[in-house]
């Protein structure tokens, strides 16, 4: 009798060991997304469209930028891109066959004003978008615009460029035109793609058009003017348009992760919030609150102070605008991608990355991409999240952009790719779940492999493999496109929760060898 309930017993056992294997990782969590969670694609006018020129087109500072020999790692410009100014429709195919709900794609602003003011209306471009519109539509994919992705007019940026106040307005008459034009079938704004890069990249570091290297002042007087025009755009959509259009308006800010390279060190804890406050917080606290974070105001205003001068670096918002910048927001878009440890160093020299008085670095166990920046810490993400439900009250969050770089050498066998997705949707899905974080919608970066800025070519984030050397740019789905495409049918990760029917049928299991025995032993 004994002997035959060990048989039994192991027979399960063996049975329970087939079921373990053949399902999801252990701590893989099996439940689904909101009903009404939308996922889609997103992409950049310079990135992707080609046609530099085309059409009437004017030129912009990646146009300018790409032209000058030494910028750019692999000397490749955004000429042709993945040419999506003739390959348009060929894009919306993909959308359609991985089945994305919408597509965020951005204006080029030189292709709709070839001077970047309203002096020269390119209806040849606004035709453009609104076949792609259109085409979407009849696709029932939803268009999301972003109405600045970077490639200002050159003539724009030779009156000063973001820095330079005179943009304002600028900006707000490319908004009300695009509102007027295509505002009846687009429901979906954002205003600013990561403004942070633009300010940081373009006008700090001068690795990014139009290549300006002035870290101390010029990176905090962009990022005012882009607040303010951003300000302009939202409350003018309002004023002229919402009860026509009633559509939604937001701006996307990026923020890595920045958690404490010892977190027993309270300087080290007080680094890492500091960071996140000066990287999400810069432009994000005006638009929740009016004002930069306390943290920001304080550490520079002394800085500035130290520096002997009489005004502080980091500029005020005054009464108006204030009210203007405050509550600018119906949505928070949210690029997220990787997570960096900090620590209390002082800083060196004057401009933002050394204002905060941070010393960044990563975990070398953390697996790398072919973008030096990028490592994945999936549980980096869920903790952005409750960072941002926790500081401005659980704003409804898009997650504009998300996604993994590989190298040419990788090819359609992106499995490090479909890790990263998994690992980060995941990250994102107990966020939601268990924490109750209103995030509605998740955006891949990217639809294809496209030009990567300052890298080029050399760095692919794609879903699609583009053949940049064959003039028809053909796109090959990849691994991952049938990864999100499984994932976004299922609005999730279906099944029983793996860990407890596991361990349920274990005690069944248990349970029933011991009834056994008993039985056996009291005869
Ligand atoms: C974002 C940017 C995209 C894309 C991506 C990958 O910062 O908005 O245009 O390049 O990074 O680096």
């Not at 790409?66 to 348009?88: F, L, M, Q, R």
């Not at 965020?104 to 076949?131: D, H, M």
């Not at 927001?329 to 440890?341: I, M, V």
């Not at 072919?370 to 898009?398: E, M, T």
Request: aromatic share 16%; proline share 5%.
């Amino acid at each position: 009798m004994l002997n035959s309930c060990l048989f039994l017993g192991a027979l399960l056992l063996l049975g329970f060991g087939e079921e373990a294997k053949s399902v999801a990782p252990k701590n893989q969590i099996r439940a689904l997304f909101p009903d009404n969670f939308r996922w889609g694609f997103a992409t950049a006018s310079y990135q992707i469209e080609g046609g530099w020129d085309a059409d009437g087109k004017g030129e912009n500072i990646w146009d300018r930028f790409t032209h000058t020999p030494g910028n750019i790692a692999d000397n490749s410009t955004g000429d042709v891109a993945c040419d999506s100014y003739h390959n348009y429709a060929r894009d919306v195919e993909m959308l359609k066959d991985i089945g994305a709900d919408y597509y965020r794609f951005s204006l080029s602003w030189s292709r709709i004003l070839p001077n970047g003011t309203l002096a020269v209306v390119s209806e040849a471009g606004i035709a453009y978008y609104n076949n792609l519109i259109n085409l979407l539509i009849a696709n029932n994919i939803e268009p999301m615009i972003t109405l600045y992705h970077w490639d200002l007019p050159q003539p724009l940026q030779d009156i000063g460029g973001w820095p330079n106040e005179a943009l304002i307005p600028h900006f707000e008459n490319f908004a009300r035109l695009a509102y007027q034009r295509f505002g009846d079938r687009v429901k979906l704004w954002i205003t600013f793609n990561e403004a942070f890069v633009t300010c940081m990249h373009g006008y700090g570091y001068g690795k990014h058009a139009p290549g300006i290297s002035g870290e101390d002042t010029e990176p905090y007087k962009c990022a005012h003017t882009i607040l303010k025009s951003h300000a302009r755009a939202y409350r003018m959509y309002y004023d002229e348009f919402f009860q026509a259009q009633n559509g939604r308006v937001g701006i996307t800010i990026d923020s890595g992760w920045y958690a404490p390279l010892d977190p027993n060190n309270p300087s080290d804890v007080e680094a890492a919030e500091r960071a996140v406050r000066f990287k999400h917080g810069w432009f994000a606290w005006p638009v929740f609150y009016g004002h930069y974070p306390d943290e920001m105001r304080i550490f520079v205003d002394k800085k500035s102070e130290e520096e002997g001068l009489d005004q502080s670096r980091l500029p005020e918002f005054d009464r108006y605008w204030e009210t203007q910048v405050k509550g600018s927001w119906d949505f928070l878009g949210l690029n997220h991608y990787t997570t960096e440890l900090c620590t209390y160093k002082v800083g060196e020299y004057s401009g933002w990355s050394q204002d905060q008085d941070v010393g960044f670095s990563r975990d070398p166990t953390w697996p790398e991409s072919a973008s030096d920046w990028l490592r994945s810490v999936p549980w980096g993400f869920g903790n952005l999240l409750r960072w941002i439900k926790r500081n401005y009250g659980n704003p409804l969050v898009y997650v504009t952009e998300n996604g993994w770089s590989d190298s040419d050498a990788v090819g359609l066998e992106d499995d490090l790719r479909v890790e990263y997705y998994t690992n980060y949707t995941q990250s994102m899905l107990q966020a939601i779940t268990e924490d109750r974080c209103d995030v509605r919608s998740y955006t891949a970066w990217s639809l294809m492999d496209n030009f990567e800025w300052a890298r080029g070519y050399s760095e692919r984030f794609g879903v699609h493999w583009v053949n940049f050397t064959d003039p028809a740019r053909p796109r090959i789905p990849k691994k991952s496109a049938a990864f999100l495409k499984q994932l976004f049918a299922d609005n999730g990760y279906p099944g029983p929760d793996v860990n407890s029917s596991a361990e349920s049928k274990h005690w069944k299991i248990l349970s029933f060898t011991y009834f056994i025995l008993i039985k056996f032993m009291l005869g």
